[in-house]
């Protein structure tokens, strides 16, 4: 089992900033992917960025060059910096691991954290 950890999430103003972390704990492989998705109300949950173990990074176009994530290794946690916030990025964010192999991956999602972004 992998247990995930969220905090930072909140109420923020449009074009302010947050910053989320994911602390992941249990039966983690060195060969793993993190990453966040989003669900607003009424709406499918989305990838918002992802980064692999290695360091390879994807992100919604949505969201480039105003969300950055970030990982240490060493203490299993994924950062997501959300700069210039929008109020369509309002929802739940979801911290999400999976397990860096082929066959059998293991696929763990934290409990969610919200983030709303007024007008």
């Known amino acids: 089992q992998v247990q995930l950890v969220e905090s930072g999430g909140g109420v923020v103003q449009a074009g302010g900033s947050l910053r989320l972390s994911c602390a992941a704990s249990?039966?983690?492989?060195?060969?793993?992917?993190m990453g966040w998705y989003r669900q607003a109300p009424g709406k499918q949950r989305d990838l918002v960025a992802r980064i692999s173990s290695g360091g390879i990074i994807n992100y919604a176009d949505s969201v480039k060059g105003r969300f950055t994530i970030s990982r240490d290794n060493t203490k299993n946690t994924v950062y997501l910096q959300m700069n210039s916030l929008k109020p369509e990025d309002t929802a739940v964010y979801y911290c999400n691991y999976v397990d860096g192999v082929v066959l059998n991956a293991r696929n763990y999602w934290g409990q969610g954290t919200q983030v709303t972004v007024s007008s």
């Open positions: 249990g039966s983690i492989l060195r060969l793993n992917v």
